[in-house]
């Protein structure tokens, strides 16, 4: 009888696992569950935009041209968000161009997130001449307007998607270095890392493998809020022409060439703003509830 009460208490104290955890104190914010729920919404319809409208993002319908939504006099539900300037359906382009701004960000968070790590990871350990040629080259690159040397580098590139998200990743860089190599000095100086070094564990092991996991919170966080800042400025360069190119269903080149009809047609920029929008937003409402649940500090 004892024994069993022992081990029922030994149950009730367990300390929960991590993702329980994690889960736990990420819930408790709802604004971040909300954009979570966004984001998922999106990543399902994005996904699945061939079966949920019949139409094709590229196809004209002549008798169709700036329909307006069906709900207004003139509409069709055939066309429940209406048509653009040469008859294609809102709908379907919307839900494709989340493919392309999903792809955007997912290249743009990638490629900077692992060249920024690798680099502020030899920052950080290397230190000495190194570390202050290396952060004097990521002070340049932040002291350029993000936009500006975005334009630049896709300027030399030339326009295009893929040469877009280059770009922005380029500009990109610098915040992850920087937090990459912070944490790494601060990791550094710690006892398991001393305990693993007189161990006899060699340079890669001590970087990868005991100092670069335990950097990996703040990262996250920085990488699902670059989520939301390089949808945007994939939007702005697809907006003046040189991101995403036409007839590419993407957000940005959407408003671009919707600008002459504003007056007579509010839909056809109005629906892809407002997704620049509400993206742009669930991807920062996430970021906050990542960083409340991994940072330690926020925990009781």
Same mark, same amino acid.
């Given at each position: 009888?004892?024994? +069993?009460?022992?081990?029922? =208490?030994?149950?009730? %104290? =367990?300390?929960?696992?991590?993702?329980?955890?994690?889960?736990?104190?990420?819930? +408790?914010?709802?604004?971040?569950?909300?954009? !979570?729920? !966004?984001?998922?919404?999106?990543?399902?319809?994005?996904?699945?935009? /061939?079966?949920?409208?019949?139409?094709?993002?590229?196809?004209?319908?002549?008798?169709?041209?700036?329909?307006?939504?069906?709900?207004?006099?003139?509409?069709?539900?055939? !066309?429940?968000?209406?048509?653009?300037?040469?008859?294609?359906? %809102?709908?379907?382009?919307?839900?494709?161009?989340?493919?392309?701004?999903?792809?955007?960000?997912?290249?743009?968070?990638?490629?900077?997130?692992?060249?920024?790590?690798?680099? *502020?990871?030899?920052? *950080?350990?290397?230190?000495?001449?190194?570390?202050?040629?290396?952060?004097?080259?990521?002070?340049?690159?932040? &002291?350029?307007?993000?936009?500006?040397?975005?334009?630049?580098?896709?300027?030399?590139?030339?326009?295009?998607?893929?040469?877009?998200?280059?770009?922005?990743?380029?500009?990109?860089?610098?915040?992850?270095?920087?937090?990459?190599?912070?944490?790494?000095?601060? +990791?550094?100086?710690? /006892?398991? @890392?001393?305990?693993?070094?007189?161990?006899?564990?060699? %340079?890669?092991?001590?970087?990868?493998?005991? #100092?670069?996991?335990?950097?990996?919170?703040?990262?996250? @966080?920085?990488?699902?809020?670059?989520?939301?800042? &390089?949808?945007?400025?994939?939007?702005?360069? *697809?907006?003046?022409?040189? *991101?995403?190119?036409?007839?590419?269903?993407?957000?940005? $080149?959407?408003? $671009?060439?919707?600008?002459?009809?504003?007056?007579? &047609?509010?839909? @056809?920029?109005?629906?892809?703003?407002?997704? #620049?929008?509400?993206?742009?937003?669930?991807?920062?409402?996430?970021?906050?509830?990542?960083? /409340?649940?991994?940072?330690?500090?926020?925990?009781?």
């Amino acid at each position: 009888m004892m024994n +069993e009460q022992v081990q029922t =208490a030994d149950v009730d %104290i =367990a300390p929960p696992g991590p993702f329980r955890e994690f889960w736990a104190y990420f819930s +408790e914010n709802r604004g971040a569950l909300i954009g !979570f729920g !966004f984001i998922l919404a999106m990543l399902l319809a994005a996904l699945f935009a /061939d079966l949920l409208t019949p139409h094709s993002p590229f196809e004209q319908y002549r008798d169709a041209i700036l329909t307006p939504p069906a709900w207004q006099e003139g509409g069709r539900w055939s !066309f429940p968000l209406g048509t653009d300037e040469v008859g294609r359906d %809102i709908l379907t382009r919307l839900l494709h161009g989340g493919r392309l701004s999903l792809f955007i960000g997912m290249m743009v968070v990638s490629l900077a997130l692992l060249i920024g790590t690798l680099i *502020g990871l030899v920052a *950080g350990y290397a230190k000495g001449l190194t570390d202050t040629l290396i952060m004097r080259a990521m002070d340049i690159i932040m &002291a350029l307007p993000s936009l500006l040397l975005a334009l630049a580098i896709v300027t030399i590139l030339g326009p295009g998607l893929i040469n877009a998200s280059i770009a922005i990743a380029i500009t990109y860089l610098p915040h992850y270095v920087r937090i990459t190599r912070a944490s790494v000095i601060a +990791e550094g100086s710690k /006892d398991y @890392v001393t305990a693993s070094r007189v161990s006899g564990a060699g %340079i890669w092991r001590l970087m990868f493998i005991t #100092i670069l996991p335990n950097c990996m919170a703040p990262l996250i @966080v920085q990488a699902s809020l670059g989520f939301s800042n &390089a949808i945007l400025d994939a939007a702005a360069l *697809g907006f003046i022409g040189l *991101g995403a190119q036409p007839p590419s269903p993407e957000w940005g $080149s959407m408003l $671009s060439n919707a600008l002459e009809f504003i007056q007579r &047609a509010w839909w @056809v920029v109005t629906f892809p703003g407002l997704m #620049i929008l509400l993206t742009v937003l669930a991807f920062n409402l996430m970021g906050d509830g990542l960083r /409340d649940a991994l940072d330690p500090k926020m925990k009781r």
